[in-house]
Nanobody, 122 residues
Framework: QLQASGGGLVQAGDSLRLSCVAS????????MGWFRQAPGQDREIVAA????????YYADSVKGRFTISRDNAKNTVYLQMNSLTPEDTAVYYC?????????????????WGQGTQVTVSS
């Protein structure tokens, strides 16, 4: 129901835009989030957005470099990632939350996409 795409192999300093398309049902009233998980590490939140897009949250590690946005008419959430570093290498997941506002915890999300790999070389 959530399909993430846009990952790939890039060099440090490059940019990528991830997309997450919802199908089968609408998540236009749900807070949405992007998470990532590196090998051997816990899944962590990267960014989150409220249902309207008016409120956002960013992990400290990506503030000023990543931007989350959404287009409810297209049932799509985006993550624009600039100035990528090797530390950003991970599988990135989009998720739909259990409420309409900004949600910052993994346990606040109950629908998950399949993940897209982002690899940043130095």
């Amino acid at each position: 129901q959530l399909q993430a795409s846009g990952g790939g192999l890039v060099q440090a300093g490059d940019s990528l835009r991830l997309s997450c398309v919802a199908s089968g049902r609408t998540f236009s009233r749900s807070g949405m989030g992007w998470f990532r998980q590196a090998p051997g590490q816990d899944r962590e939140i990267v960014a989150a957005i409220s249902w309207s897009g008016a409120s956002t949250y960013y992990a400290d590690s990506v503030k000023g470099r990543f931007t989350i946005s959404r287009d409810n008419a297209k049932n799509t959430v985006y993550l624009q990632m600039n100035s990528l570093t090797p530390e950003d290498t991970a599988v990135y997941y989009c998720a739909a939350g259990t409420a309409s506002w900004v949600l910052a915890r993994v346990n606040d999300y109950d629908h998950w996409g399949q993940g897209t790999q982002v690899t940043v070389s130095s």
